[in-house]
C-alpha cells in the first residue's frame, strides 16, 4: 500500500533508512543476515505495528535496496508515497556485529541519497497534517542539508500545531560530539516529547543521574521526557512528576533496534491514552519482544503480541 488513501497521519517519521547485514554465523563461518534498519524506520514501523497510521519521508537511491525498502513499508502499512526515489544516488547500508560490549555499527552511508535530501524537498502538506512529526540525531547528522531539512520540518510541524518528537540517538562516527550537542540539543528545544537514552544523554548533556538529565530536556522546553535506562526501564518526566518504569525481563538475543522499538511504541501509545507514564510501560514490553531475535526491524512485536506479553 503505497498511501494511507489521503487518510490523515498520526505519526511522519523522517531520517535515514539502512539496508542491514547483521552478523551471524553457520558452521564457524561469518555470515551476514540481511534485514532493514535506520533509526526512523524502525521507529515507524514499530508504531505501525501497533496500529498508528503512519508515514515515512526520505529519499532512497533507483538501486535494488531502495527498491526493498519501498516494499518493506508497503508491506508494514507505512505510508512512503512522499518518499523521494534518487536517480543515480545509493540507498545506505551498515553492518552489526556483536563482540563483548553488545552490538557495533559500521556504516556504510556517506553520499546515500537520505543524505541529499534539502529543505526544498520536504512534503509540507504531509507534514502539516501528521499528529506527530518524529526525526532524530541521526536525521540531523548524516549531512548538513539534511540537518537544515530537519530543522524546517521541525517548525512547519510546530506552526501546524503538531507534536514534535526527537530521539537524540548519538553517533560518534557521523559528527562530533560538541557539533553533535549543539544541533540536537537546539532541535530538542523545539520539540515537545525528548527521547534521549541514557548513555547519549550522559555524553550530551555533562550529567550522570536520569533525574538530572529529565530536568535538563525538560528545562530545553520538552513537555514529555522519556528517558530509556536499558536494561533497567526507563524514566519519565512531565513537569512536576518523573517515574521509573522498569523493564520486562526476556531472554534478549540483540538489543539492536530496541530504543527505536521503544520510541515507535511510545508514541503509538500515547496517542491512544496521552497517558506517558501507561505509554512507557507498553513501549517497555514493546522494546522487550523487540530483542528475542537478530536485527532492528524483523523481530519487531506487534500490539496483540504486546498485549499479550503484558496480561502474562
Ligand atoms: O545507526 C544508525 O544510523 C541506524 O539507524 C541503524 C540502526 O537501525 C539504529 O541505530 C538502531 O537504533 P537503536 O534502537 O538505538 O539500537
Known amino acids: 500500500m503505497a498511501s494511507l488513501q489521503g487518510e490523515a497521519l498520526d505519526i511522519l517519521a ?8 547483521a552478523e551471524t554465523e553457520r558452521q564457524g563461518e561469518a555470515l551476514y543476515l540481511p534485514g532493514f534498519g535506520g533509526d526512523t524506520s524502525n521507529a515507524a514501523i514499530a508504531a505501525a505495528r501497533m496500529g498508528a497510521r503512519v508515514g515515512y ?18 508491506r508494514e502499512n507505512v505510508d512512503r508515497s512522499s518518499v523521494k526515489v534518487m536517480p ?5 547500508v551498515y553492518v552489526i556485529s556483536y563482540g563483548p560490549q553488545g552490538h557495533q555499527f559500521s556504516y556504510y552511508r556517506a553520499g546515500s541519497a537520505a543524505s541529499l535530501v534539502t529543505p526544498a524537498d520536504l512534503p509540507l502538506d504531509v507534514i502539516a497534517s501528521a ?3 518524529h ?27 503538531a507534536t514534535v518528537s526527537y530521539d537524540t540517538n548519538l553517533r560518534l562516527s557521523l559528527w562530533p560530539l560538541d557539533r553533535a550537542r549543539a544541533v540536537i540539543h537546539g532541535a530538542v528545544a523545539l520539540s515537545d516529547i525528548a527521547r534521549p537514552g541514557l548513555d547519549d544523554a ?19 522546553g520538552c513537555r514529555i521526557v522519556a528517558l530509556t535506562l536499558g536494561k533497567e526501564g526507563a524514566m519519565v518526566a512531565i513537569p512536576g512528576e518523573r517515574q521509573v518504569i522498569p523493564s520486562k525481563k526476556v531472554d534478549a538475543v540483540d538489543a539492536s533496534g530496541a530504543g527505536d522499538a521503544f520510541g515507535g511504541a511510545f508514541l503509538a501509545e500515547w496517542l491512544r491514552s496521552r497517558n506517558p507514564f501507561a ?28 498485549e499479550a506479553f503484558l496480561r502474562a
Open 57 to 74: 519521508f526520505t529519499a532512497v537511491g533507483s538501486d535494488a535496496f531502495g527498491q526493498g525498502f519501498l516494499d518493506l513499508w508497503d
Open 202 to 220: 550522559q555524553q550530551l548533556t555533562g550529567l550522570d543521574r536520569a533525574e538530572d538529565i529529565c530536568d535538563f530536556y525538560l528545562g530545553l
Open 131 to 133: 499528529k506527530i512529526l
Open 279 to 306: 505509554a512507557a510501560e507498553f513501549a517497555n514490553a514493546a522494546a522487550a519482544l523487540s530483542t528475542r531475535g537478530k536485527g532492528a526491524v524483523a523481530p519487531l512485536p506487534r500490539r496483540a503480541d504486546v
Open 88 to 92: 543515480g544516488a545509493r540507498t545506505g
Open 135 to 161: 526525526v532524530s540525531g541521526i536525521s540531523q547528522a548524516i549531512s548538513t542539508t539534511a540537518a537544515d531539512a530537519c530543522f524546517a520540518a521541525i517548525r512547519h510541524a510546530k506552526a501546524a500545531g
Open 14 to 21: 523522517f531520517g535515514e533508512p539502512l539496508m542491514e547485514f
